[in-house]
């Protein structure tokens, strides 16, 4: 049996807790409970306790607790580590490293993976500093449940509240998945980038990172670690994986670098070829007939950089050619001079294609061309992480 070990810290939110461990024990997990001084104030540890069929862990300095269970062990005898909900509080404990009571020092001498879902007040969530703190955790590679938007407790309306209990379940199984590509770190990029002109203008692509998103769900559901590296998108963060968010091409490829090492890599962004020096100020007709020229300068070309030999390599990188003609010799071409192991090509010139639901691709290996039949781009990254299982297997 899987065993999670849920930390349970202060909020109106805690109380969604208990509905959390009664779907996790229906699903066959079993749930070790840890609950702060502040989360006692919204819910009860018999509560818990009764949910659970076991002792809820309160205090850190317990010597009974301590004879029978030292913290250490607590910390790594589950499988993974849920924190919901994560309030502020203890999100900004888990980036100082803090160890001030029995839950800041479980998740800091853990080594098992943790995953967090973050509840608290609009105006928190949305503070700068809870934002670095997020941006941090992902890097360090923290799972995160995004918190859903809606009328708080508060009054207040906007982002911050815990997500539904079948959804944190549901990154929670991802987590726990020992599925084939369980080991793998895969490192995922999707959507469009944007390269600003000026304070409101910018250049960018038709993509909806639809195809990126559906392949880092189908490589978590095989088990694999993915970091998920978005452009700007509309898409919700796939859940069981760490979302990265970028906005331009530059900063793509300092994420990608940053995620590296990893075991396969899939390049499925419309990264813009070029970047503009962008202006202070939003950029004028003052009433003259000559438009403005725009300098443009070369990006970085991320998927031939990941090609390249070197012990960072992944063993599997797959890069994306969107064209518009002659599909499998521009695609044929670019696999070369990437140096990249696979090539899914797609024909962007019709419609429905690019932002839309379906695909029809090319995937050209070393070994040949498949020619893959318009189908949803949910089935077909389903397909595609089953020809990467095949490829470890």
Not at 15 to 39: D, F, Q, S
Not at 129 to 135: D, G, I, Q, V
Not at 204 to 227: D, F, M
Request: hydrophobic residues 50%.
């Amino acid at each position: 049996m899987k065993r999670i070990l849920l930390i349970v810290s202060g909020g109106i939110a805690a109380y969604k807790a208990l509905e959390l461990v009664r779907l996790a024990t229906k699903a066959g997990i079993g749930v070790t409970a840890v609950l702060t001084a502040a989360g006692e104030k919204f819910v009860t540890p018999l509560s818990l306790q009764a949910l659970t069929g076991g002792k809820v862990y309160q205090d850190l300095f317990s010597l009974t607790d301590e004879s029978e269970m030292g913290h250490i062990e607590l910390s790594r005898a589950a499988d993974l580590v849920v924190i919901a909900p994560a309030t502020a509080n203890i999100l900004a404990k888990l980036v100082a490293g803090l160890a001030d009571d029995l839950a800041s020092t479980l998740a800091l001498a853990t080594d098992k993976p943790v995953l967090v879902a973050p509840a608290m007040n609009v105006r928190m969530w949305e503070h700068a500093a809870t934002r670095a703190n997020m941006a941090v955790l992902q890097q360090r590679g923290v799972l995160v449940v995004p918190p859903d938007e809606g009328a708080m407790a508060c009054g207040e309306f906007g982002p911050g509240r815990l997500a539904e209990p079948p959804a944190i379940l549901a990154a929670i199984e991802a987590a726990l998945n020992d599925g084939p590509l369980k080991g793998k770190h895969a490192i995922v990029t999707s959507g469009p980038t944007h390269e600003p002109i000026d304070p409101v203008r910018y250049l960018a692509n038709r993509s909806s990172g639809k195809q990126g998103h559906a392949i880092a769900a189908a490589l978590a559901a095989l088990g694999a670690r993915v970091t998920l590296i978005s452009g700007p998108v509309s898409l919700p963060d796939p859940f069981g994986m760490v979302v990265v968010k970028v906005e331009t091409a530059r900063e793509m490829h300092a994420a990608v670098r940053n995620a590296l090492p990893a075991d396969i890599a899939v390049c499925a962004a419309a990264v813009a070829d070029w970047h503009v020096a962008p202006a202070a100020q939003k950029l004028k007709k003052h009433g003259s007939a000559t438009p403005p020229t725009l300098a443009l300068s070369e990006n970085p070309d991320i998927l031939a950089e990941i090609s390249k030999p070197g012990t960072r390599r992944p063993a599997l990188v797959i890069g994306f050619a969107a064209e518009t003609e002659n599909l499998a010799a521009h695609a044929t071409d670019k696999r070369a001079r990437k140096h990249c192991d696979w090539i899914v090509a797609n024909d962007v010139s019709g419609t429905g294609i690019m932002g839309g639901d379906e695909n029809e691709v090319l995937l050209i290996t070393g070994a040949g061309t498949e020619s893959w039949p318009r189908m949803g781009k949910t089935r077909l990254a389903q397909k595609l992480a089953d020809k990467i299982k095949e490829f470890f297997a």
